[in-house]
């Protein structure tokens, strides 16, 4: 069914100024497509050679200054596409040992085979970039491929002084995605910054460039052969941004805990799986505040699992207040899975999502979302399937990929909350951006993986700021490592079977 996917994105995306963030995602996701970094680096260096081709003269003096990032990468290989064209030279800031990424060095290994066509200088501290003045000065253009998206901080060492002789002394100068020094997203001055005559951005303009035009000159946007689809899609990059890496001095509880309100005298299954599913995939602590005929059985099934037990059968008004003091000490709260549908658990979920949903760190799914038929949220995340966004929003979606993104959009913006619609194709959205994931496989039918998902949904709400960027790590993630089991036992999954995935899924994508 492969024209489900011809998309009517114009219907609701258009390709905006990204910030380095988004430019990030878009990069690996391609990656994860099939379109290697080392292909866009390629297209990127011819993207940069056309336009000097467009303005300069054959046998013009053309001056590469290129830092030992993916900037300066680019910067590479347009070197090498122009040697012999024109009077090249290069000067590279740091040589070999600084180069970073393969894609990188992969470039550099080229131009260091040009012996005749290309002039390489290696400048390695900034006593030592004075001896190429006279480069700088005479030639008819130096391009600037020091930095791009990848600045942190005030610029300091030789590519500071780099960008001074630039700025001092060259005639004329053409920036790589950005203008050495300037912030991508903000449009500030580090410090130092190249003052371009052109910068050629590549993919889609940066949010920095917009906001400072004066550093920027004239400013042109080059494909490098992302695909669109990279823009749209759940991929490694949506899981990188939003995982906690840990740090090594840290301790207990710094790397997310999380509070599950869930269980009944009827279900105590779907609480421990979706605890479970947060413990596999980092975090700290889970606890489960369950009533105690659940919690009895839930404290039977792992030693790693912390149960609070609640009197009663059922979750009941009664333990509202008690249930949101404790919330206070968790980085995210999941609530739903196995309550029930008691009229007083439905009031009791009813008061416990009004009081936290202002917090945004809260996952509603299961049982408590059928509770939420016409609330309106103040943020979180719900995780309905379509049988249950129908119960909160009335709105009714079928298997059409555009009517389920236009769907999850619009009930997201009923809701009040970032919507994560579950199915063959996922799709996530905060009413105003979406994403589709496409992980996952129909063996993932069986009961129990939408709490295992529920639980992965509150690890990166923990984790991460942004509740969407949350929900799309988390579909990824979910699917992957449903992906995975059925590469080993077919169509055999259990959720128990999922969760004993989840660490390989990560590790497949963080490595
Ligand atoms: N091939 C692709 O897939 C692709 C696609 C699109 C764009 N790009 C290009 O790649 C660029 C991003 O590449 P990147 O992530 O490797 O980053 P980058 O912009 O090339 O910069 C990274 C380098 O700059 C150094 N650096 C960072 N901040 C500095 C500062 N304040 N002062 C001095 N040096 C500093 C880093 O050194 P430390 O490590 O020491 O901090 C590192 O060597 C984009 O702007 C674009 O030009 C590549």
């Known amino acids: 069914m492969i024209a489900r996917f011809f998309i009517n994105f114009s219907l609701l995306f258009s390709v905006d100024a990204l910030s380095s963030l988004e430019m990030f995602i878009i990069e690996e996701n391609s990656e994860y497509l099939g379109v290697s970094k080392t292909k866009l680096m390629e297209h990127a260096g011819m993207a940069i050679a056309r336009f000097i081709r467009s303005r300069f003269k054959p046998g013009s003096v053309i001056l590469f200054v290129c830092g030992p990032g993916n900037n300066g990468g680019d910067g590479l290989v347009a070197a090498r596409i122009l040697a012999g064209e024109y009077d090249v030279h290069v000067i590279h800031l740091g040589g070999a040992e600084k180069i970073r990424t393969e894609e990188a060095r992969s470039a550099w290994k080229v131009v260091t085979n040009l012996l005749t066509t290309l002039k390489?200088?290696?400048?390695?501290?900034?006593?030592?970039?004075?001896?190429?003045?006279?480069?700088?000065?005479?030639?008819?253009?130096?391009?600037?491929?020091?930095?791009?998206t990848g600045v942190r901080g005030e610029v300091r060492g030789v590519a500071r002084k780099a960008i001074e002789y630039i700025n001092s002394l060259a005639k004329r100068k053409v920036s790589i995605d950005i203008p050495s020094g300037l912030d991508p997203d903000t449009g500030e001055v580090k410090g130092v910054a190249v003052k371009a005559d052109y910068t050629i951005t590549l993919h889609a303009p940066k949010k920095g460039l917009l906001k400072n035009p004066e550093y920027v000159g004239e400013l042109l946007v080059e494909p490098i052969g992302i695909p669109y689809e990279s823009t749209i899609i759940c991929g490694p990059g949506d899981v990188k941004v939003a995982y906690r890496f840990r740090d090594e001095w840290s301790r207990k509880g710094d790397n997310g805990l999380i509070l599950v309100i869930g269980g009944s005298k009827l279900y105590s299954g779907a609480p421990a799986l979706a605890a479970l599913a947060a413990l596999k995939a980092g975090v700290d602590l889970v606890v489960v505040a369950a009533p105690k005929p659940a919690a009895d059985v839930i404290k039977t099934y792992s030693p790693d699992l912390i149960v609070r037990p609640l009197p009663g059968e059922y979750l009941t008004t009664t333990m509202v207040d008690d249930i949101l003091e404790l919330s206070k000490r968790f980085d995210a709260v999941l609530i739903g899975p196995g309550l029930g549908r008691e009229p007083d658990t439905i009031r009791a979920i009813r008061t416990i999502v009004e009081k936290l949903s202002a917090k945004s760190k809260l996952v509603i799914d299961a049982d408590a979302l059928k509770a939420l038929k016409d609330v309106k949220l103040r943020g979180g995340v719900v995780t309905p399937h379509a049988g249950e966004l129908r119960i909160m929003t009335g709105l009714e979606v079928s298997t059409d990929i555009n009517d389920r993104v236009e769907k999850t959009v619009r009930a997201s913006k009923r809701i009040g909350a970032v919507v994560l619609l579950k199915g063959r194709y996922d799709v996530i959205s905060d009413g105003?951006?979406?994403?589709?994931?496409?992980?996952?496989?129909?063996?993932?039918?069986?009961?129990?993986?939408?709490?295992?998902?529920?639980?992965?949904?509150?690890?990166?709400?923990?984790?991460?700021?942004?509740p969407f960027r949350a929900a799309c790590a988390a579909a990824f993630i979910n699917g992957f490592a449903g992906d995975i089991l059925k590469e080993r036992i077919g169509f055999h999954i259990t959720a128990t079977?999922?969760?004993?995935?989840?660490?390989?899924?990560f590790s497949r994508i963080l490595r």
Not at 497 to 505: K, N, R, S, Y
């Open 497 to 505: 079977g999922l969760i004993d995935c989840i660490p390989e899924a």
């Open 432 to 466: 105003s951006r979406y994403k589709i994931n496409k992980t996952g496989n129909p063996g993932m039918t069986v009961g129990g993986t939408g709490d295992v998902l529920a639980g992965l949904v509150a690890a990166f709400l923990a984790w991460c700021k942004d």
């Open 120 to 148: 390489l200088h290696i400048v390695k501290d900034s006593s030592e970039i004075s001896r190429y003045e006279d480069i700088f000065r005479n030639a008819d253009v130096v391009v600037d491929a020091i930095l791009g």
